[in-house]
């Protein structure tokens, strides 16, 4: 199983939005709507941002959003902030046996 | 609150073996489907192995299929995986993870696996 694609690096300035893309298949992304985000501080352990597509968790600002569209999902952070700043993974599960494939990261830097 | 706490970690010879834990707290650890994924320095997340409720299930990713071994006790709360021939590869930061409906919604803070001569 390929790792879902992500670009790997994005960014943008203070209150402004930054849209990270996830592609992957009609086997993984196109057949699930179960895709998830994690943003990632140096030297930290990932924190869940979205899940199911566009859900946050209880705690996790509005300013997080997500959506699919077809076999690419997307992840926007709108109002940037300077905890903003850190890398994103998406996810999606891809079938029982492969519960869980990774995209390969995106470096959010709020110039 | 939800506690992961792995430990095991350390450095090992290739075609070593380690086996890494996770201690849970905070939740009915015994109602959660339970993964590893790691992360070599510097690099990406990798989904490594994922374990029912039960431990009746597992499944592995390819590149450690019939190396590693997921399982729990789930009188003791603790999550376990077994790596055997290690590779240089295989180095990386390993993180316990709770599943929740599909969504990874609770990580440890990682155990260091470093495998070199």
């Known amino acids: ?111 | 609150e939800v506690q992961l706490v792995e430990s095991g970690g350390g450095l090992v010879q290739p075609g070593g073996s380690l086996r890494l834990s996770c201690a849970a707290s905070g939740f009915t650890f015994s109602n959660y489907w339970m993964h590893w994924v790691r992360q070599a320095p510097g690099k990406g997340l990798v989904w490594v192995s994922r374990i029912k409720t039960d431990g009746s299930t597992k499944v592995y990713a390819d590149s450690v299929k019939g190396r590693f071994t997921i399982s729990r006790d789930n009188a003791k709360n603790t999550l376990y995986l077994q790596m055997n021939s290690l590779r240089a590869e295989d180095t990386a930061l390993y993180y316990c993870v709770r599943d929740l409906d599909w969504k990874m919604d609770s990580w440890g803070q990682g155990t260091l696996v470093t495998v070199s001569s």
């Open chain 1, 1 to 111: 199983q390929s790792a879902l694609t992500q670009p790997p690096s994005a960014s943008g300035s203070p209150g402004q939005s930054v849209t990270i893309s996830c592609t992957g298949t009609s086997s993984d992304v196109g057949a699930y709507n179960h895709v998830s985000w994690y943003q990632q501080h140096p030297g930290k352990a990932p924190k869940l941002v979205i899940y199911d597509v566009s859900k946050r968790p209880s705690g996790v600002p509005d300013r997080f959003s997500g959506s699919k569209s077809g076999n690419t999902a997307s992840l926007t952070v709108s109002g940037l902030q300077a905890e903003d700043e850190a890398d994103y993974y998406c996810s999606s599960y891809a079938g029982s046996n492969i519960p869980c494939v990774f995209g390969t990261g995106t470096k959010v830097t709020v110039l």
